[in-house]
């Protein structure tokens, strides 16, 4: 059987387009909402920069919003902002596709087998609260200052929330949907991929989203074993040398970087759902 009988749609039915519509509404906010999101940011840089004029902050400690937009500038002229951001970028994206691969793998087999759950969750769980910096010593040990470890850090740490919503939202599906599926003779792994997963996607991308977002919290420790490029390594860096703009500038591109990427990646998934939605209805 090639095609998914109407009774197998993962979402129940709706008018035309509004299931499409409240989905973007939950997965990106309306532009208005987004341009409100930009007032908190900017009171907060303009209260900065009033702080610093006043003298209320100590420069040496807490630079200005000038001095650190200054500092930002001379990194970018000299090059080495472009080689710290690829860097960063690099290990962050290659870091949350191995996670989000091997979290959709175990997520999707863990939410349909009640056995393989039993088996594999409660060991998952246990490593899922190891602390990210207890991890460096151990991934120092075993892989030394190279790629590899790094990059295993960053996945391990994209890998939980992907896991965990996959794997909840597998087991949410509806059991009718389920025995319809049966009905039609889908099994084992073709029930899984055909009605399981497409019902569990909302789900699955919500956690590629915290994924994402704990790829770039986990890139700091990783650039602190041992790397000579990157963002955590600027911002390491501006510490230890006294360099206090250009921690901060570390600091508010990692914000920026991971605002951008989960900008586009929510976008990305608002379309995928108007997507699946406007094939469920075709079917």
């Not at 000038?66 to 472009?82: C, D, T």
């Not at 990059?151 to 896991?163: M, S």
């Not at 965990?164 to 025995?179: I, Q, T």
């Amino acid at each position: 059987m090639t095609a998914v009988a109407p009774s197998l749609r993962p979402f129940p039915a709706s008018p035309p387009g509004k299931r499409g519509e409240e989905r973007a509404r939950v997965v990106r906010p309306p532009r208005e909402e987004r341009w409100r999101g930009l007032v908190v940011p900017a009171l907060l840089l303009l209260g900065w920069e009033a702080a610093a004029r006043s003298r209320l902050l100590d420069p040496s400690l807490f630079p200005s919003p000038e001095a650190v937009w200054a500092e930002g500038a001379r990194l970018a002229a000299s090059g080495e902002l472009r080689d710290h951001l690829a860097a960063t970028f690099s290990r962050v994206l290659s870091g949350f596709a191995l996670g989000a691969a091997a979290a959709t793998l175990l997520g999707s087999l863990a939410g349909f087998s009640r056995s393989l759950r039993a088996f594999l969750d409660p060991t998952l769980q246990a490593v899922r609260n190891v602390p990210s910096m207890a991890w460096v010593p151990l991934f120092l040990l075993w892989f030394g200052i190279a790629e590899t470890g790094k990059l295993a850090l960053i996945a391990l740490g994209a890998f939980f929330p992907i896991y965990l919503n996959l794997m909840e939202g597998v087991r949410a599906v509806d059991r009718k949907l389920v025995e319809a599926g049966r009905t039609h003779g889908f099994s084992g792994l073709a029930l899984l991929r055909s009605v399981h997963v497409p019902a569990a996607l909302p789900a699955y991308l919500v956690g590629l989203r915290q994924g994402l977002a704990l790829a770039w919290m986990f890139v700091v420790a990783a650039e602190i074993m041992g790397a000579s490029r990157g963002l955590g390594f600027l911002l390491i860096d501006g510490e230890t040398t006294g360099r206090p703009a250009t921690l901060l500038a570390s600091f508010l591109l990692f914000a920026a970087c991971g605002k951008g990427t989960d900008a586009l990646l929510a976008r990305a998934s608002t379309r995928l759902l108007r997507w699946q939605d406007t094939h469920s209805e075709k079917r």
